[in-house]
Each structure stands twice: as C-alpha cells, then as structure tokens.
C-alpha cells in the first residue's frame, strides 16, 4: 500500500498529528510519501527515517492508493491540486476547526487507520467544476478547476459589480451584487451557505448560483443541474474583479467572458461506514442539540 501525506506547516498542532499519523501507518506494510515542502518541516521537528517526498501532481502517479489531508477543510481542497484527475482517494484528518471534508477527528488517528487496512470504508465521487476565460490567464493553464466554488466577487471598489448570466446560452438576469458563487454540492455547505444557499447533498447532480449581498429583494440562489454550461460577463467600476476557485484566486477585467461547466474527472473522497453526510450535518450545525429532540 502506498499513501501520500499533505498538510501546512503554518500550524505546529497539525504536524503533531502528522507525527500520530506516521506512527500509525508505520504498523503496517505502508509505503508513506510526503509532500516535499511538509516534510522538509516535518523532519526539522521530529528525528525520523527518511521519507520519499513529491512536489507536485506531476511526482504523483495512479499507484498511490490513498492520500492523507491533514488540517482543515482549506488543507483538503488544496489537496485536490495534487491529485487532480488521477483518481486517488482523498481522506481528510481535521486539526482545524469545522471540518465538512477533513472528517476523521485527530484524536481518532489510530482508530481510523486500523478501519482503513481493514477496508471499513467506501470511496465517493465529488464532482468539480472547471472554469475557461477567453483571455488566456496563466493562472489558469493548470489549475482551472474547484472543489466547492467558483466565484466572482468586486476588486478595489466599495460598489457593487453586476455579473450577467447565461445558462446554456440563454440569458437568465444580471446580478448586482457584490459577486456570484457557482457552489458545487460540496461547496454548498461553504461560502454558499453563509451567503443564504441551500445545503445540497453530495450526490445531487446539481450546482447552485449564490448572490454575494444581491441589491434587489427578488434575487435568490438557484439550483441547476450540474450539466448546464454557465457563461458570465463582469463588469466593475473598478475595470476588474476578482476569480477565486475555492482558496486560489486571480484578477480579471471588465472584458473577460467566462465559461463555467462540470469538468470530466471527479475527486473521490474516503468515508469511513461510521460515517456520512447526514451525521456530519447534525455534528457541525449543531442540529442534535435542539434540547426538543
């Protein structure tokens, strides 16, 4: 078995449990390769054999058969940039706060990795969304996809942005607004969310338009199936706005067309049979705690 290990190293509390985590795949027959930029930190602290590293998703390969996140929801949706279309499932270790996507909590390391040797899991599939501009941004060349959102949002001005829409090429309306999130349903429960968008479960073939602060009473999310193509064209006072595909983000300009579709790989994501979405909902939103039930 072979497994990579990605985590920051911003956070002394996650490297402890990346320590708990090394101990715990060192018990079986584990290949373990680290992220070179982690390992690098990893080793300063702690004295330990040496490791295999990667650098990018171009050291990975389809040999490895897991891929370790290890801190938050933003750690895990980096992760995806490693991984990309080569179908490694993704298990996230929560060391940071909410943990919609790192769901297996750091003081249940040892538990789980025994769950996992003995394939007390199932692998799910995330859609992603890609994203095209017709300016040829070079931020854009590699990394044109999200796990959870895509989203347009105002740039050096305190006004608003109007971004006009069209859904398979039919125009649906212009927001004024702050901005417009395209959540998949992974992202639903993320910036979507706290923008007033509904919760959409994984394996609902759908994403959802989100207005950022829309300036009309009228304007609400919109749930679409996930196979419409979505074209925006922005335009600001400020001349530019900003692109931002989950954590990245990049600059674009008034005359920017944008074309947003579901991209043609999926991230497979592991969920240990303890699990699933209905009971991270009741555990992160706090819903069980309704002192009725």
């Known amino acids: ?38 390992y690098k930190y990893y080793k300063g602290k702690y ?7 990667f650098t990018d998703y171009h050291d990975l390969s389809i040999d490895y058969d897991m891929f370790f996140s290890v801190g938050g ?16 499932p993704i298990i996230g270790i929560n060391t940071g706060r909410l943990g919609f996507l790192a769901t297996i909590q750091k003081d249940d390391i040892d538990e789980s990795i025994t769950k996992l040797i003995n394939k007390d899991y199932t692998v799910n599939e995330r ?3 890609c994203v095209k501009t017709n300016d040829n941004n070079k931020d854009l060349e590699e990394e044109n996809f999200a796990l959870n959102e895509i989203s347009i949002s105002r740039k050096n001005t305190a006004s608003m942005i109007t971004v006009v829409t069209f ?5 649906l309306t212009t927001y004024w607004s702050d901005g417009l999130i395209i959540a998949t349903p992974t992202g639903s429960t993320g910036y979507s969310l706290s923008c007033g968008g509904p919760i959409i479960t994984p394996g609902s073939e759908n994403f959802v338009l989100t207005p950022i602060a829309p300036h009309s009473l009228s304007v609400r999310p919109l749930v679409i199936p996930d196979n419409t193509k979505i074209k925006l064209e922005v335009d600001s006072r400020s001349n530019n ?3 931002t595909l989950d954590s990245r983000i990049t600059t674009i300009d008034n005359q920017t067309k944008i074309t947003i579709t579901k991209c043609d790989f999926t991230i497979k994501t592991v969920q240990l049979d303890d699990q699933s979405f209905i009971k991270t909902l009741r555990e992160k939103l706090l819903w069980g705690e309704d002192k009725r039930n």
Do not use: C, H, P
């Open 1 to 38: 078995m072979k497994v990579g290990i990605f985590g920051q190293t911003n956070n002394s509390l996650t490297t402890k449990y990346i320590k708990t985590l090394v101990d715990a795949l060192s018990k079986y027959d584990i290949t373990i390769v680290f992220e070179d930029t982690l």
């Open 47 to 53: 004295e330990s054999k040496t490791f295999q590293t």
């Open 73 to 88: 929801d933003g750690t895990f949706l980096r992760s995806i940039t490693f991984v990309r279309d080569l179908n490694i």
């Open 127 to 129: 859609a992603v969304i």
């Open 167 to 171: 859904l398979n090429d039919e125009y």
């Open 241 to 243: 706005a900003l692109l």
